[in-house]
Protein backbone atom coordinates (compact mmCIF):
# COMPACT_ATOMS: atom_id res chain seq x y z
CA UNK A 1 0.00 0.00 0.00
CA UNK A 2 1.18 3.63 -0.90
CA UNK A 3 1.02 6.97 0.85
CA UNK A 4 -2.36 7.83 0.48
CA UNK A 5 -4.11 11.37 1.58
CA UNK A 6 -4.38 11.96 5.32
CA UNK A 7 -1.51 9.05 5.87
CA UNK A 8 1.16 10.33 8.48
CA UNK A 9 4.33 10.86 6.39
CA UNK A 10 7.15 7.71 7.35
CA UNK A 11 9.73 10.10 9.65
CA UNK A 12 12.80 9.00 7.40
CA UNK A 13 16.39 10.25 8.46
CA UNK A 14 17.13 12.60 5.21
CA UNK A 15 20.89 12.90 4.32
CA UNK A 16 20.85 16.17 2.42
CA UNK A 17 23.14 19.03 1.81
CA UNK A 18 22.41 20.91 4.73
CA UNK A 19 22.94 17.83 7.43
CA UNK A 20 21.32 14.50 8.58
CA UNK A 21 17.89 15.11 10.18
CA UNK A 22 14.59 13.20 10.61
CA UNK A 23 11.58 14.29 8.27
CA UNK A 24 9.49 14.91 11.26
CA UNK A 25 12.06 16.71 12.76
CA UNK A 26 12.47 18.87 9.88
CA UNK A 27 8.95 19.63 9.30
CA UNK A 28 8.31 20.22 13.07
CA UNK A 29 5.10 22.26 13.34
CA UNK A 30 5.31 23.86 9.63
CA UNK A 31 3.05 23.20 6.24
CA UNK A 32 5.89 21.21 4.63
CA UNK A 33 6.30 20.67 0.23
CA UNK A 34 8.33 18.16 -0.72
CA UNK A 35 9.11 18.16 -4.66
CA UNK A 36 11.33 15.14 -6.13
CA UNK A 37 13.22 15.00 -9.16
CA UNK A 38 15.29 12.43 -11.26
CA UNK A 39 18.26 13.33 -11.22
CA UNK A 40 20.71 16.29 -10.73
CA UNK A 41 21.91 18.05 -13.49
CA UNK A 42 18.73 17.95 -16.02
CA UNK A 43 17.01 20.61 -17.25
CA UNK A 44 13.45 20.53 -16.59
CA UNK A 45 14.44 19.72 -12.82
CA UNK A 46 16.84 22.74 -13.06
CA UNK A 47 14.06 25.43 -13.56
CA UNK A 48 11.71 23.62 -11.59
CA UNK A 49 14.35 24.08 -8.54
CA UNK A 50 14.72 27.99 -9.83
CA UNK A 51 11.17 28.61 -9.61
CA UNK A 52 11.02 27.18 -5.75
CA UNK A 53 14.09 29.35 -5.11
CA UNK A 54 12.00 32.37 -6.37
CA UNK A 55 9.15 31.94 -4.57
CA UNK A 56 11.12 31.91 -1.28
CA UNK A 57 8.88 35.17 0.06
CA UNK A 58 5.78 33.30 -1.03
CA UNK A 59 6.35 30.02 0.97
CA UNK A 60 7.61 32.21 3.85
CA UNK A 61 4.36 34.13 4.06
CA UNK A 62 1.90 31.14 4.32
CA UNK A 63 4.38 29.51 7.23
CA UNK A 64 5.77 26.85 4.89
CA UNK A 65 8.93 24.77 4.51
CA UNK A 66 10.18 23.43 1.07
CA UNK A 67 13.09 20.84 0.77
CA UNK A 68 14.00 18.98 -2.48
CA UNK A 69 14.83 15.34 -3.26
CA UNK A 70 17.05 14.19 -6.35
CA UNK A 71 18.50 10.89 -6.87
CA UNK A 72 21.97 11.58 -6.72
CA UNK A 73 24.98 12.46 -3.68
CA UNK A 74 25.41 15.52 -1.55
CA UNK A 75 28.55 16.87 -3.31
CA UNK A 76 26.39 16.58 -6.72
CA UNK A 77 23.71 18.44 -5.30
CA UNK A 78 26.02 21.30 -3.95
CA UNK A 79 27.70 21.72 -7.13
CA UNK A 80 23.87 21.44 -8.94
CA UNK A 81 23.39 24.71 -6.88
CA UNK A 82 25.35 26.85 -8.08
CA UNK A 83 23.89 25.93 -11.87
CA UNK A 84 20.13 26.72 -9.83
CA UNK A 85 20.86 30.25 -8.49
CA UNK A 86 23.07 31.35 -11.65
CA UNK A 87 20.12 30.36 -13.83
CA UNK A 88 17.40 31.57 -11.73
CA UNK A 89 19.10 34.97 -10.23
CA UNK A 90 17.45 33.61 -6.54
CA UNK A 91 19.63 31.40 -3.65
CA UNK A 92 18.44 28.15 -3.02
CA UNK A 93 17.92 28.33 0.51
CA UNK A 94 15.80 25.08 1.21
CA UNK A 95 18.01 21.39 1.48
CA UNK A 96 18.01 18.95 -1.17
CA UNK A 97 17.90 14.97 -0.11
CA UNK A 98 20.46 13.01 -1.66
CA UNK A 99 19.04 9.85 -2.05
CA UNK A 100 21.02 7.68 -4.18
CA UNK A 101 20.44 4.91 -2.29
CA UNK A 102 16.51 5.14 -3.62
CA UNK A 103 15.45 4.35 0.35
CA UNK A 104 13.59 7.64 0.30
CA UNK A 105 11.74 7.11 -2.57
CA UNK A 106 10.71 3.57 -2.05
CA UNK A 107 9.37 4.59 1.17
CA UNK A 108 7.69 7.58 -0.10
CA UNK A 109 6.38 5.18 -3.10
CA UNK A 110 7.90 7.19 -5.97
CA UNK A 111 9.43 4.40 -7.18
CA UNK A 112 9.06 0.26 -6.85
CA UNK A 113 10.59 -1.79 -4.08
CA UNK A 114 12.55 -3.61 -6.71
CA UNK A 115 14.19 -0.67 -8.33
CA UNK A 116 17.25 0.23 -8.73
CA UNK A 117 19.87 2.08 -10.34
CA UNK A 118 22.05 0.91 -13.40
CA UNK A 119 25.87 2.30 -13.94
CA UNK A 120 25.44 4.50 -16.50
CA UNK A 121 21.87 5.43 -15.90
CA UNK A 122 20.26 8.34 -16.96
CA UNK A 123 16.86 10.18 -15.31
CA UNK A 124 14.65 7.84 -17.28
CA UNK A 125 16.08 5.33 -14.90
CA UNK A 126 14.49 7.12 -11.74
CA UNK A 127 11.70 8.84 -13.85
CA UNK A 128 9.33 8.44 -11.47
CA UNK A 129 10.57 10.22 -8.89
CA UNK A 130 8.49 13.23 -10.04
CA UNK A 131 5.82 13.85 -7.44
CA UNK A 132 4.93 17.12 -4.94
CA UNK A 133 3.39 16.50 -1.91
CA UNK A 134 2.02 19.20 0.78
CA UNK A 135 2.06 18.09 4.42
CA UNK A 136 0.60 19.53 7.24
CA UNK A 137 2.03 20.28 10.44
CA UNK A 138 0.25 17.37 12.03
CA UNK A 139 2.98 15.53 9.37
CA UNK A 140 -0.12 14.02 7.42
CA UNK A 141 0.20 14.21 3.49
CA UNK A 142 -2.78 16.25 2.36
CA UNK A 143 -1.60 16.65 -1.43
CA UNK A 144 0.35 15.01 -4.29
CA UNK A 145 0.62 15.19 -7.71
CA UNK A 146 2.74 13.54 -9.87
CA UNK A 147 4.38 14.86 -13.25
CA UNK A 148 6.30 12.91 -16.15
CA UNK A 149 9.58 13.90 -17.01
CA UNK A 150 8.56 16.41 -20.06
CA UNK A 151 5.62 18.54 -17.98
CA UNK A 152 7.92 21.28 -15.85
CA UNK A 153 5.77 21.44 -13.18
CA UNK A 154 3.47 24.82 -12.58
CA UNK A 155 4.28 26.04 -9.20
CA UNK A 156 1.48 28.81 -9.06
CA UNK A 157 -0.72 25.87 -9.18
CA UNK A 158 0.97 24.53 -6.15
CA UNK A 159 1.02 27.81 -3.79
CA UNK A 160 -2.73 27.87 -4.91
CA UNK A 161 -3.40 24.77 -3.57
CA UNK A 162 -1.28 25.24 -0.49
CA UNK A 163 -4.13 28.65 -0.43
CA UNK A 164 -6.49 26.19 -0.52
CA UNK A 165 -5.44 23.54 2.01
CA UNK A 166 -4.44 26.43 4.62
CA UNK A 167 -7.63 27.85 4.22
CA UNK A 168 -10.07 24.89 4.58
CA UNK A 169 -7.97 23.02 7.19
CA UNK A 170 -10.31 21.75 9.89
CA UNK A 171 -12.50 23.95 8.69
CA UNK A 172 -15.86 22.63 7.31
CA UNK A 173 -15.49 24.12 4.22
CA UNK A 174 -14.34 23.67 0.80
CA UNK A 175 -12.83 25.58 -2.32
CA UNK A 176 -14.36 25.28 -5.68
CA UNK A 177 -12.82 24.95 -8.92
CA UNK A 178 -10.13 27.56 -10.10
CA UNK A 179 -10.72 29.11 -6.49
CA UNK A 180 -7.92 31.52 -5.69
CA UNK A 181 -7.27 32.86 -2.27
CA UNK A 182 -9.87 35.52 -1.49
CA UNK A 183 -13.08 33.87 -2.96
CA UNK A 184 -16.09 32.58 -1.80
CA UNK A 185 -15.83 29.15 -0.60
CA UNK A 186 -18.21 26.31 -0.03
CA UNK A 187 -20.22 25.67 2.77
CA UNK A 188 -19.47 21.84 3.92
CA UNK A 189 -22.97 19.67 3.69
CA UNK A 190 -22.08 18.46 7.13
CA UNK A 191 -23.80 21.60 8.11
CA UNK A 192 -27.91 22.68 7.30
CA UNK A 193 -28.65 25.55 6.56
CA UNK A 194 -29.37 27.26 9.81
CA UNK A 195 -26.22 25.76 10.91
CA UNK A 196 -24.19 27.54 8.15
CA UNK A 197 -25.82 30.62 8.72
CA UNK A 198 -24.71 30.78 12.35
CA UNK A 199 -21.27 30.14 11.99
CA UNK A 200 -20.71 32.11 8.54
CA UNK A 201 -23.32 34.73 8.89
CA UNK A 202 -24.39 35.19 5.09
CA UNK A 203 -24.50 32.17 2.75
CA UNK A 204 -25.89 32.05 -1.02
CA UNK A 205 -27.63 29.27 -1.61
CA UNK A 206 -26.53 28.54 -5.26
CA UNK A 207 -28.63 24.80 -5.04
CA UNK A 208 -29.52 22.56 -1.96
CA UNK A 209 -26.14 21.04 -2.14
CA UNK A 210 -23.99 23.82 -2.77
CA UNK A 211 -23.70 26.65 -0.88
CA UNK A 212 -21.57 29.60 -1.01
CA UNK A 213 -20.36 32.19 1.51
CA UNK A 214 -17.27 34.84 2.03
CA UNK A 215 -13.94 33.30 3.06
CA UNK A 216 -13.26 32.83 6.61
CA UNK A 217 -10.03 34.31 8.07
Not at 20 to 26: N, R, Y
Not at 81 to 97: H, L, M, N, Q, V
Not at 119 to 124: E, K, N
Not at 158 to 166: C, P
Request: charged share 20%; aromatic share 8%.
Amino acid sequence: MGLRINDVVPDLTLNTDQGTFSLHDFIGDSWTILFSHPKDFTPVCTTEFGAVAQLAEEWKKRGTKVIGLSVDGVEEHKAWKRDIESFSGATATFPIIADDSLVVSKALDMLPANAYLPDGRTAADSASVRVVFIISPDKKLQLSMTYPMSVGRNFAEVLRALDALQATYSKPIATPANWVHGQDVIVALSLNDEQAKTKFGNIDIKLPYLRTTKMPY
